[in-house]
C-alpha cells in the first residue's frame, strides 16, 4: 500500500523559512520514473503545483515560485523535503505531496496524495 | 506555463442527473490531461488520467474524453456521494498546472 505524509510546522512567522517533510511508503524513489510533487491549496481555492523531484534527482519548480523553492530527497529515510524562503501570508496554504510516475501510461498523473498539512503564515 | 480553463465554475444538479464538466488548456495536451475530485477537508483523488482512463477503484459513471486541447469529465447519473470539487490538471509540460475548479452542488 503506497501511502505519503505530510509533517511540519502549523505557523509560521513572515520572512521565515518554511520546510515541510513528506514520508512516504510503497515505494521507493530510487526506481526508474518514480516522482514527488508538492502542490499547495489555500484556504478556498485552487491547487498549485509547486515542484517534484525525480528518482534521478531532477528538479523542476513553478515558475514565480521558483526563486523561493528548494525540493529534495533522502531515499534512504523515503523522504522528500520542501524548502520555501521568506513566507508571507499569501502562502498560508495546506500543503500535499503526491507521487507520479513519468513511465508507463498514467502519463504523470498524480495518482497518490498525502493528507495535507495546513501551515498558516501569521505574526 | 499552460493555462487551464475549466467550466462551469459551479453546477446545481440533482441525483440522478448527467453532468459534463469542460477543460480547455491553452495548448494541444496530448492525452496529459487528468481530473480529480475533492470533498471538503480532504486531499484530492484522481479519478480519471490520460484523458479517459478510469483510476482503479472509481465507479464506472464517471468518464473522461478529449484529446487535442479540449477535454470533459461526465457522471453518468450523480449519485450523493459526487457532490464535490473537480479540477483538471495537465502534466504535459511543467510546470504542472490545474483548472480552477468546478464545484458541485446538489440541487
Known amino acids: 500500500q503506497v501511502t505519503l505524509k505530510e509533517s511540519g510546522p502549523a505557523l509560521v512567522q513572515p520572512t521565515q523559512t518554511l520546510t515541510l517533510t513528506c514520508t512516504f511508503s510503497?515505494?521507493?524513489?530510487?526506481?526508474?520514473?518514480?516522482?514527488v510533487s508538492w502542490v499547495r491549496q489555500p484556504p478556498g481555492k485552487a491547487l498549485e503545483w509547486l515542484g517534484r523531484i525525480d528518482w534521478d534527482d531532477e528538479k523542476r519548480y513553478n515558475t514565480s515560485l521558483k526563486t523561493r523553492l528548494s525540493i529534495s530527497k533522502d531515499t534512504s529515510s523515503d523522504q522528500v523535503v520542501l524548502t520555501m524562503t521568506n513566507v508571507e501570508p499569501l502562502d498560508t496554504a495546506t500543503y500535499y505531496c503526491?507521487?507520479?510516475?513519468?513511465?508507463?501510461?498514467?502519463?504523470?498523473?498524480?495518482?497518490?496524495w498525502g493528507q495535507g498539512t495546513m501551515v498558516t503564515v501569521s505574526s | 506555463d499552460i493555462q487551464m480553463t475549466q467550466s462551469p465554475a459551479s453546477l446545481s444538479a440533482s441525483v440522478g442527473d448527467r453532468v459534463t464538466i469542460t477543460c480547455r488548456a491553452g495548448q494541444i495536451l496530448s492525452s496529459y490531461l487528468h481530473w480529480y475530485q475533492q470533498k471538503p477537508g480532504k486531499a484530492p483523488k484522481l479519478l480519471v488520467y490520460?484523458?479517459?482512463s478510469l483510476q482503479s477503484g472509481v465507479p464506472s459513471r464517471f468518464s473522461g474524453s478529449g484529446s487535442g486541447t479540449d477535454f470533459t469529465l461526465t457522471i453518468s447519473s450523480l449519485q450523493p456521494e459526487d457532490f464535490a470539487t473537480y479540477f483538471c490538471?495537465?502534466?504535459?509540460?511543467?510546470?504542472?498546472?490545474f483548472g480552477q475548479g468546478t464545484k458541485l452542488e446538489i440541487k
Open positions: 490520460a484523458a479517459s
Open positions: 490538471q495537465q502534466s504535459y509540460r511543467t510546470p504542472y498546472t
Open positions: 503526491a507521487r507520479s510516475s513519468g513511465v508507463g501510461s498514467t502519463r504523470d498523473a498524480l495518482d497518490i
Open positions: 510503497g515505494f521507493s524513489l530510487s526506481t526508474s520514473g518514480m516522482r
